[in-house]
């Protein structure tokens, strides 16, 4: 059975005091939430008091990036070690803003996930294509090249412990989500990538979050997809009752 996995990406908002607050309240909205895994991730300089405001519920830690070296000369970098010493489970790689603005790619986003699974944290590999990449008829031939970069080099025993957020870059932050086909489309198509890579039942046990202007008007529709298992949320995670909107849906999914 896969997990649901609703995580709210905070992306570049809320200073430290709006953190401890949106986390305290989300924290007090998901206590009854059965079944779906419940991620927040803050900024960097919000995690540690944020990881403490966590402490004893059931909401889980992330972090929005990573660097794949231990230590060093990296100015503006933080680490794996740093992020695991203070309760981060899940570390969010390859985000599309990462990807357009910060110079990431395929290359370093397998660096960083590996680094990941070897402090015992589980990624949430961020994949999609931008409008013109599905116009042109590019859709899974970015999808594959993003999906085998990011796995390169991982066992399955590695693999099983991933997440895949696919999240169409044209839906991001725009208001435009993918309709609840397109969407259930091309999660069939990752899941039957990795099939390709490691097998069926290993494909069947990851679960694929959908991001992309997910809201509680639209979340139901989206979550009742058989291959969607959870969402990446931002715009709509910056408040608890909106998040918890798409999180309450969930409550009753198994899949
Ligand atoms: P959005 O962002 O929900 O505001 O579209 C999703 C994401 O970037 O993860």
Redesign the pocket.
């Known amino acids: 059975m896969r997990k649901i996995v609703i995580?709210g990406?905070w992306?570049m908002n809320k200073t430290v005091a709006e953190s401890v607050r949106l986390a305290s309240e989300v924290a007090a909205a998901a206590r009854d939430v059965q079944n779906v895994v419940v991620v927040v991730a803050p900024t960097y300089l919000a995690l540690a008091k944020v990881a403490d405001v966590l402490q004893g519920t059931k909401v889980k830690l992330a972090a929005q990036d990573v660097h794949w070296e231990n230590q060093g000369a990296y100015t503006g970098k933080v680490s794996a070690d740093m992020l695991k010493e203070i309760g981060v489970e899940y570390v969010?790689i390859g985000?599309?803003?990462q990807r357009t603005y910060f110079g990431e790619t395929d290359d370093t986003v397998n660096k960083k996930v590996k680094k990941v699974l070897t402090l015992g944290m589980s990624p949430i590999i961020?994949i999609g294509e931008t409008l013109a990449e599905r116009q042109g008829g590019r859709l899974e031939s970015v999808l594959t090249t993003q999906v085998n970069g990011a796995y390169e080099g991982l066992s399955i025993d590695d693999a099983r412990r991933t997440v895949i957020?696919y999240?169409p870059v044209w839906?991001?932050?725009?208001?435009v989500?993918a309709t609840d086909d397109e969407a259930q489309q091309a999660h069939a198509f990752v899941r039957s990538l990795l099939a390709k890579l490691y097998g069926d039942e290993l494909a069947q046990s990851i679960s694929i979050q959908y991001?992309?202007?997910?809201?509680p008007e639209n979340a139901a529709g989206l979550l009742a997809q058989k291959d969607i298992d959870g969402?990446?949320?931002?715009?709509?995670?910056l408040k608890a009752d909106s998040f918890l909107g798409i999180v309450t849906p969930g409550d009753t999914l198994s899949k």
């Open positions: 995580a990406n992306k969010i985000h599309s803003e961020c957020a999240e839906a991001i932050g725009t208001g989500t991001g992309g202007s997910m809201k969402g990446l949320i931002g715009g709509a995670a």
